[in-house]
T-cell receptor, first 118, second 112 residues
C-alpha cells in the first residue's frame, strides 16, 4: 500500500485479555516506531526498530508490552493481561531515514489502533 | 524531551492572523528538530524540520525558528486558516540512533 497501515482500527477487549496490534509499514522503510497516545495527550514513545539492529525497547511501560518485527516488514505490538490504563490510541510510524544519502527525518504515521479495555 | 501525561495547552487565533506555537526541548545533542501536525482522528503528519546548525527555515506559510541558547523551538503559521486547526507537536531527532522523540503538543483553534 501507499501508506502505513494499522489493524484493527478499533479494538475493545476485556480486562485481563491479551491483544495484538499490527502495523504494515511503507515498503522499503527501515525504521519503524510504536507510540501510545492517551486521549487528549501527547505521543509516548514505546519501541523503535531499525533494520536488523536490536530494537530500542526503552519506552515499553511494563513487561506486559512486547513487539516484534520481521526484517523490514510487518510489526506486531502485543499487550498481555490488558489493564484499563492501557486504553489509548496506538500509533505506528515508519521512515526511510536516508534519501539520496541525506538524512530524512520524516516519519509516516498510520491511522492508529484505538484500544479500549473494559 | 517527552512530556507524557500532560493535557495539551491550547492556542486560539482569529482566521487570517499569524500563529506562533512554542516548544521547549531538553537535549542539546539533537541533530534535527521537527514539527508535526495531528488532525482529529488521524496520525501526525510531518510539516517541516530544521537542522540543529540552522536558526531559521521557511516552508509554505510556515517558518520554524530555533534558539539553541535557550533550547527553544517555534513554529510560525502565516495567515492562519480553519484547516490549520489541529494539534502541533515538536519532535527531536538523533542521527546517532535515528529515533524521533515527541515533545508536548499544542492544540490550535482557528476562529472564523
Amino acid at each position: 500500500g501507499a501508506g502505513v497501515s494499522q489493524s484493527p482500527s478499533n479494538k475493545v477487549t476485556e480486562k485481563g485479555k491479551d491483544v495484538e496490534l499490527r502495523c504494515d509499514p511503507i515498503s522499503g522503510h527501515t525504521a519503524l516506531y510504536w507510540y501510545r497516545q492517551r486521549l487528549g495527550q501527547g505521543l509516548e514513545f514505546l519501541i523503535y526498530f531499525q533494520g536488523n539492529s536490536a530494537p530500542d525497547k526503552s519506552g515499553l511501560p511494563s513487561d506486559r508490552f512486547s513487539a516484534e518485527r520481521t526484517g523490514e516488514s510487518v510489526s506486531t505490538l502485543t499487550i498481555q493481561r490488558t489493564q484499563q490504563e492501557d486504553s489509548a490510541v496506538y500509533l505506528c510510524a515508519s521512515s526511510s531515514l536516508r534519501t539520496g544519502g541525506a538524512t530524512n527525518t520524516e516519519a509516516f504515521f498510520g491511522q492508529g489502533t484505538r484500544l479500549t479495555v473494559v | 524531551g517527552e512530556s507524557v501525561g500532560l493535557h495539551l495547552p491550547t492556542l486560539s487565533v482569529q482566521e487570517g492572523d499569524n500563529s506562533i506555537i512554542n516548544c521547549a526541548y531538553s537535549n542539546s545533542a539533537s541533530d534535527y528538530f521537527i514539527w508535526y501536525k495531528q488532525e482529529s482522528g488521524k496520525g501526525p503528519q510531518f510539516i517541516i524540520d530544521i537542522r540543529s546548525n540552522m536558526d531559521k527555515r521557511q516552508g509554505q506559510r510556515v517558518t520554524v525558528l530555533l534558539n539553541k541558547t535557550v533550547k527553544h523551538l517555534s513554529l510560525q503559521i502565516a495567515a492562519t486558516q480553519p484547516g490549520d486547526s489541529a494539534v502541533y507537536f515538536c519532535a527531536e531527532f538523533y542521527t546517532g540512533g535515528f529515533k524521533t522523540i515527541f515533545g508536548a503538543g499544542t492544540r490550535l483553534f482557528v476562529k472564523a
